[in-house]
T-cell receptor, first 114, second 114 residues
Framework: DTGVSQNPRHKITKRGQNVTFRCDPISEHNRLYWYRQTLGQGPEFLTYFQNEAQLEKSRLLSDRFSAERPKGSFSTLEIQRTEQGDSAMYLC????????????FGPGTRLTVT | QQQVKQSPQSLIVQKGGISIINCAYENTAFDYFPWYQQFPGKGPALLIAIRPDVSEKKEGRFTISFNKSAKQFSLHIMDSQPGDSATYFCAASTATGGSYIPTFGRGTSLIVHP
């Protein structure tokens, strides 16, 4: 399967704990995006990378959130000191140079903060 | 401020019927209008998209109608099938800055009864 993959698919954590999610984009896609989706809402943009450079961050990305794409391939999204309001589906997407209007989404990581 | 408004929130149609989902946008800089289909437990998948230089685009049973002056666009699903039951999101993005970050509507849950 050459689609976008995300791990883990589900994560349950206690409030105050740190969590880290991983996204592996489609190979040769130079852009990678992170979104958050809550129940009954569309995905909301968090941040995106072009190769290893983080080019844009949303206001939704508080100081407790950090994302990396160290070698321009996979990316990690870390949430520190999780809060119940962080409970959501975290989606990763990637796009190919010259076709960035077409984003391919992964299956998401469902985070539940108890 | 919700930049893309989507309606209805839910829709039930009979097999073989026509499903119609409407979206309206505010930002006149938007120049790419995709529709995504999302099944439970999956990430959104690009279904069909349109640019504002055309008023209609058809791909199989799926048609986008676009009204630039009214800042509205809609998805029509002809001969709706039970397998079309999913959540549909409209979105809008702009090439400004080259980012093409989509703003999503809140989604429409479509149920097609056999």
């Amino acid at each position: 399967d050459t689609g976008v993959s995300q791990n883990p698919r589900h994560k349950i954590t206690k409030r105050g704990q740190n969590v880290t999610f991983r996204c592996d984009p489609i190979s040769e896609h130079n852009r990678l995006y992170w979104y958050r989706q809550t129940l009954g809402q569309g995905p909301e943009f968090l941040t995106y990378f072009q190769n290893e450079a983080q080019l844009e961050k949303s206001r939704l990305l508080s100081d407790r959130f950090s994302a990396e794409r160290p070698k321009g391939s996979f990316s990690t999204l870390e949430i520190q000191r999780t809060e119940q309001g962080d409970s959501a589906m975290y989606l990763c997407a990637s796009s190919l140079k010259g076709q960035h209007y077409e984003q391919y989404f992964g299956p998401g990581t469902r985070l539940t903060v108890t | 401020q919700q930049q893309v408004k989507q309606s209805p929130q839910s829709l039930i149609v009979q097999k073989g019927g026509i499903s119609i989902i409407n979206c309206a946008y505010e930002n006149t800089a938007f120049d790419y209008f995709p529709w995504y289909q999302q099944f439970p437990g999956k990430g959104p998948a690009l279904l069909i998209a349109i640019r504002p230089d055309v008023s209609e685009k058809k791909e199989g049973r799926f048609t986008i109608s676009f009204n630039k002056s009214a800042k509205q666009f809609s998805l029509h699903i002809m001969d709706s099938q039970p397998g079309d039951s999913a959540t549909y999101f409209c979105a809008a993005s702009t090439a400004t800055g080259g980012s093409y970050i989509p703003t999503f509507g809140r989604g429409t849950s479509l149920i097609v009864h056999p």
